[in-house]
């Protein structure tokens, strides 16, 4: 910062000794703001800068003038009416195949992505111990949402990737989108709304294979979207569009935006991946379950089944004619999960059976088919062999069911370059 006199002002040792004495409050109150990191992002640099600038006017008396050094980029970016807020998210570490970067504008991402995805996710309250859910006293509070959980396993993975839903304008609504958003997915497109509440559900965990969910949902944020909440543009950039049988079981509106995602993403050469993940709780009938799901699979490209739910969808026990079933086009490709098995695909590159990955102890089954999900759709973006993708999916899969949650066991590319290399640790602790 450059000061310049006006005429021959002259400024006195209590006015300097003033000026540092407002300079070490400054500093000793931004100090201890520093040790807080929720305070600390209420007292921004931006702050502390105004506040050096101000003290110097009132040390100067209101005369001379304060001229900012600044680059040419820094004129420029201020020049642009964007807010603060609309910088770009904390985004995983740039690759060599994916070196760009972007700034990001409310309602705009301006850096392509690999994956959209929408539908809810909530707040998730669960017991560390395994027993009936009358007999907890104390949980923990942590976010879960099958479309989330597939785009924070990408992000993790370095594919950008975004995430379309709607909020609650309350506590638990900033939290998830913070969350999500900390994990560098993209949440340009999340909206808030006072309308209704950010839905919440509760583990019941009485042992590693027994898990029970109860849902408090009904009218939630989520159930609100609608296919004007979702830009064509945004949709369309994407190379794949990954949906659930989730979100059309939320509300009628939340069903014709499904449709609407899929057929602007048809329409514009964007891979659609769907996964049925099928919530009876949702829905009111079987029967509605499986026209309202069989039309999706009509229409997508990839379809993520679960052994179970192929059958129910199909009516076929043997989970080859039910992976023929569901390949209603050849162009089709089926990619069906069979538990710690491994999995089994149809494509037109063939079909197979891929083994599962052992794990020595699962803590939680919970989330490892939205991992399966995630390594499946990362070896499509990538072109490799349905097979590997598959082996892919396997892999990230049985990396999750080893940690308590759905999002905190997703790998990063060492860690699932481990379980695919079967590399094993020859140390207690790695230091």
């Not at 900033?174 to 509760?202: K, P």
Request: aromatic share 8%.
């Amino acid at each position: 910062m450059e000061y310049k006199p006006a005429g021959k002002d002259l400024i006195s040792a209590e006015k300097w000794k003033a000026f540092w004495c407002n300079t070490c409050r400054i500093l000793s109150t931004f100090i201890t703001h520093g040790s807080n990191h929720c305070a600390l992002a209420m007292f921004p640099l931006a702050h502390l800068g105004k506040a050096f600038r101000e003290i110097a006017r009132l040390l100067l008396g209101g005369k001379g003038r304060l001229r900012s050094r600044r680059s040419y980029a820094t004129r420029k970016l201020s020049a642009r009416p964007w807010k603060a807020s609309y910088f770009p998210d904390r985004l995983p570490p740039n690759t060599k195949k994916r070196k760009q970067s972007f700034i990001r504008k409310e309602g705009i991402s301006l850096k392509p992505l690999d994956v959209v995805t929408l539908g809810e996710t909530m707040v998730l309250f669960s017991s560390e111990e395994q027993k009936p859910l009358q007999y907890v006293h104390q949980m923990k509070k942590q976010m879960a949402g099958a479309e989330s959980n597939v785009a924070i396993a990408l992000a993790r993975l370095n594919y950008p990737t975004g995430w379309i839903s709607k909020l609650g304008a309350d506590p638990f609504g900033t939290y998830i989108r913070n969350t999500i958003r900390g994990e560098g997915v993209d949440t340009s497109h999340v909206t808030f709304t006072n309308e209704a509440a950010t839905g919440v559900f509760f583990k019941e965990q009485t042992s590693p294979e027994h898990v029970q969910v109860y849902y408090y949902r009904k009218n939630s944020a989520a159930s609100l979207l609608t296919q004007e909440d979702l830009a064509e543009s945004y949709l369309s950039q994407a190379k794949i569009l990954h949906v659930t049988g989730i979100t059309p079981a939320l509300s009628g509106s939340c069903r014709q935006a499904v449709f609407h995602a899929i057929k602007v993403a048809k329409a514009s050469g964007t891979t659609v991946v769907f996964d049925p993940n099928i919530r009876y709780k949702l829905w009111d009938s079987e029967e509605e379950v499986r026209e309202v799901l069989m039309d999706i699979a009509s229409l997508a490209d990839v379809i993520l089944p679960g052994v179970e739910e192929a059958e129910f969808l199909t009516g076929e026990k043997d989970y080859h004619k039910a992976a023929g079933s569901l390949r209603g086009r050849p162009e089709q490709t089926i990619v069906m999960k069979l538990g710690k098995e491994g999995a089994y695909y149809e494509s037109n590159e063939g079909s197979g059976f891929v083994d599962g990955f052992q794990v020595d102890r699962v803590v939680d089954p919970v989330g490892a088919g939205d991992g399966f999900a995630a390594g499946v759709i990362s070896g499509l973006i990538d072109g490799i062999p349905i097979e590997e993708a598959v082996r892919r999916g396997n892999a990230i899969g049985a990396h999750v069911v080893q940690m308590a949650g759905d999002i905190e066991g997703l790998p990063n590319w060492r860690e699932l370059e481990q379980m695919l290399t079967g590399e094993q640790r020859s140390v207690d602790v790695e230091r």
